[in-house]
């Protein structure tokens, strides 16, 4: 089992950045991918970023490649989204997932947390 936690959302002016973190607490979280995903009101989730377990690997949704970032410290069992010039339409909430398998976790995980909420402002 794999219990998921984020934080590091918030308001932000347009061009600006933030980093999300998604700690994770369960035995069997190094072993598993990680990815981020996000839903604005009114539309569907999308996938954002996701990284393997070990963190040598990482896979971008067209959209947010050269803007955002998405890493792993193990040791911490944390994955961290960072997040530059921001527009408004990245407003949403952000969710982690954990998943064994790193093909699954582009779609959807075995896992979940509760979400952060992301405001860009114009």
């Known amino acids: 089992q794999v219990q998921l936690v984020e934080s590091g959302g918030g308001l932000v002016q347009a061009g600006g950045s933030l980093r999300l973190s998604c700690a994770a607490s369960g035995r069997t979280f190094s072993r598993c991918a990680v990815g981020w995903f996000r839903q604005a009101p009114g539309k569907e989730r999308e996938f954002v970023a996701a990284?393997?377990?070990?963190?040598?690997?990482?896979y971008y949704a067209d959209s947010m490649k050269g803007r955002f970032t998405i890493s792993r410290d193990n040791a911490k069992n944390t994955v961290y989204l960072q997040m530059n010039s921001l527009k408004p339409e990245d407003t949403a909430v952000y969710y982690c997932?954990?998943?064994?398998?790193?093909?699954?976790?582009?779609?959807?995980?075995?896992?979940w947390g509760q979400g952060t909420q992301v405001t860009v402002s114009s």
């Open positions: 990284i393997n377990w070990s963190g040598g690997s990482t």
């Open positions: 997932a954990a998943d064994p398998n790193f093909i699954v976790i582009r779609t959807s995980g075995a896992y």
